[in-house]
């Protein structure tokens, strides 16, 4: 990201400022009055007519965006407005352009929570209205996913998370504790996960109390790194030691090791509800649980969210919130259905069937925490991977790699933000 992310930002904001007042207010239209007042509708000059807005959202989602444009065009059938969804690639120089053209996107319903920084930072994104949800009816992860900045600009759709998947015919019954992994893992083939990346590593940073960015009052203080402390020393530590006693090898990958656990080599593994399919087909027995529990506390696992949010460029914004509730209630279960996709909302989680294996991710979801929504994350992965990995080569000690960890992408984050 470093200069790139400086000058796409910069030709993002150009984008905004050139573009004045355009927005897309071209999407409206005048029906006879009947029926009831759709929402985000204004009273026109005559009380005989009602306006009919016509809104556009873009989804990263694929095999679900036929039936989001299905509950689109129900909601278009009770309300009198008209709601198209368009499945694109979606990038953020791309969205801006769009946004400040006629007739473009009114929002996105389907973005990975950790993109939502940059739309917001680019002044594209609308803060989400107090009284649009109940932050205690959704997974609370999901709820520190849509902030940005003290804000909550994002509404929470889905969650996933990794978990720990692990061989019946090599394991009896799954382990309660890292010890107890650990211990059956010695005669039956190790535990495998990629443990260069922070995504997977997460868990053993925060059992040691280290973090990434320090969380407070609803934002990350990037100021505050915690991967240089002496927890993350010991979580290193600790992490280097499975590679010494041979239970994962020091050329880890994350294609190694879900081979290891396809072929049925390995008893452990980690991974996620993408995995699940290929496990199946590749006739594995396997069952999937919560992680077990490190230094007596829950094992944090990165939950990912995917959120929608209304483009602070809309002329239909509140037809547009509108649209997300009936969204979240109605389409969120079958949603589940077609993608697999966990619902955020609590109550909507109580009205879906799920199997065991969903049961399980919903649990370590409970125990999760999001990779923070800045753009300032997307520094960290090379310096973690490549220091990691010359940690497991016996290069480094715990302690230098935290040295060179925090320095590295303290550096990064400067170069990042200096344009160089």
């Known amino acids: 990201m470093r200069k790139g992310f400086q000058v796409m930002l910069a030709s993002v904001m150009s984008l905004v400022v050139l573009s004045g007042c355009g927005g897309n207010s071209a999407n409206s239209e005048s ?19 009602k306006t009919s807005e016509s809104i556009t959202l873009w989804t990263n989602f694929q095999v679900e965006a036929e039936l989001l444009q299905k509950y689109a065009d129900k909601w278009s059938e009770e309300t009198g407005n008209k709601a198209t969804v368009v499945q694109t690639s979606i990038e953020l120089q791309q ?17 990975a929570n950790d993109q939502l920084a940059s739309f917001v930072t680019a002044n594209l994104a609308e803060e989400v209205p107090a009284d649009f949800y109940n932050d205690s009816d959704y997974v609370s992860a999901a709820v520190q996913a849509s902030y940005v900045d003290g804000k909550r600009y994002g ?22 504790t ?75 990958t994350f294609d190694i090791a879900r081979s290891a656990f396809e072929n049925g080599e390995t008893a452990y593994y980690i991974g996620g509800p993408w ?48 649209f997300y509730r009936y969204l979240i209630d109605e389409a969120s279960a079958e949603l589940y259905q077609v993608g697999a996709r966990i619902p955020a909302k609590l109550s909507v989680q109580q009205q879906i069937e799920m199997d065991a294996t969903t049961q399980a991710f919903m649990q370590q979801i409970a125990s999760g925490e999001p990779l923070p929504s800045v753009p300032e994350l997307g520094q960290l992965w090379t310096p973690y991977t490549d220091n990691m990995r010359l940690l497991f080569q016996g290069k480094l000690s715990p302690e230098e790699a935290a040295k060179y960890i925090d320095s590295q992408f303290k550096e990064a984050i400067e170069l990042m933000h200096s344009g160089s």
Not at 155 to 176: G, Q, R
């Open 275 to 322: 995995d699940v399919d290929a496990f199946a087909s590749a006739g594995v027995n396997f069952a999937v649980v919560p992680m077990p529990t490190l230094n007596g506390k829950p094992f944090v696992t990165p939950v990912g969210t995917q959120v929608g949010f209304v483009s602070s460029k809309s002329t239909h914004k509140d037809a547009v919130w509108d």
């Open 95 to 111: 969205f801006a352009q769009a946004a400040n053209s006629a007739g473009g996107p009114d929002g996105i319903f389907g973005i």
């Open 31 to 49: 029906t006879p009055s009947s029926g009831t007042k759709p929402a985000g509708a204004t009273e026109g000059a005559s009380a005989s007519a």
């Open 155 to 176: 509404v929470p759709i889905a969650v996933e998370t990794v978990t720990l998947f692990y061989n019946t015919d090599k394991v009896s019954a799954p382990p309660t």
């Open 178 to 252: 890292w010890d107890e992994l650990l211990a059956t893992a010695k005669t039956s083939g190790g535990v495998k996960f990629d443990a260069t990346s922070i995504y997977y590593d997460l868990g053993f940073v925060r059992a040691f109390d280290s973090y990434i960015f320090k969380w407070a009052d609803n934002a990350y203080d990037i100021e505050d790194i915690g991967l240089g402390n002496d927890g993350a020393v010991q979580a290193y530590g600790y992490i280097k030691k499975m590679v010494d006693e041979g239970f994962i090898s020091s050329d880890i």
